[in-house]
């Protein structure tokens, strides 16, 4: 709000006015001592603000900003973790299971031959470990709560050929592949060392969930 002082007319003499005086003085400080409750000084710091309106905003030296933040644009310059689910208004969601990079070395002697992959996972590929004299099937989560993320599994070591390396849906049919009538299908197999295949959660005709093959390789489907 505006400060409000008394004028001291140029008639008023110095005795007269020194009640008036004294209380500008002591509008003016309480005015300074309120907005010394949000900014401190000493600490050159701004907090317990309930609203901040700004046109923009700027982290770091101006010449160089870590983080600028305008009316038309969001700009980061620098290593980035986002530890939230992050909601794109025009595209969905995408959380923390949409991780790029980052990889985990699946075994199938320390899983007993089965995995099951989590909605919660933060796991963008796999490394599939087939060291077992018998098949190993890892089962995909429902692609119903990530629409747009994308795994991929690939086969670095195969078993014996009469042991199978299988991605499975968690649901039958859950898993479509890009033929002309639009395939359905209940598991994909891993042929061989090297084999690999990369699985993207989109929304189909219907307005279901469904992992959708967006690339493999000597993989066979049933």
């Known amino acids: 709000m505006a400060i409000s002082t008394t004028t001291i ?3 008023d003499s110095i005795s007269a006015s020194r009640l008036t005086i004294n209380d500008n003085f002591t509008v003016v400080k309480d005015e300074i001592n309120s907005i010394e409750t949000y900014v401190n000084p000493s600490t050159a710091t701004v907090s317990g603000l309930t609203l901040l309106e700004t046109s923009k905003l700027t982290v770091g030296p101006t010449s160089s900003p870590n983080l600028q933040l305008t009316t038309s644009a969001f700009d980061i310059n620098m290593a980035t973790t986002f530890k939230k689910s992050i909601t794109q208004k025009q595209y969905g969601i995408f959380n923390n299971f949409y991780s ?8 199938a002697s320390t899983n007993s031959n089965a995995f099951t992959m989590l909605t919660s996972s933060t796991f963008g590929s796999y490394v599939l470990i087939h060291d077992t004299g018998a098949d190993f099937i890892v089962t995909l989560s429902a692609p119903t709560a990530n629409p747009g993320q994308e795994v991929t ?14 991605i499975k849906p968690a649901s039958a049919a859950d898993i479509t592949w890009g033929n002309n009538t639009g395939g359905v299908e209940d598991e994909i197999e891993l042929n061989e060392t090297g084999s690999s295949v990369t699985l993207r959660s989109v929304t189909n005709s219907a307005g279901s969930q469904t992992w959708y093959i967006v690339g ?3 993989i066979s489907l049933f």
């Open 216 to 218: 493999s390789h000597n």
């Open 153 to 166: 599994f690939y086969l670095e070591q195969s078993a014996d050929v009469n042991f199978k390396m299988t």
């Open 9 to 11: 007319l140029g008639t």
């Open 100 to 107: 790029t990079g980052t990889t985990y070395a699946l075994k």
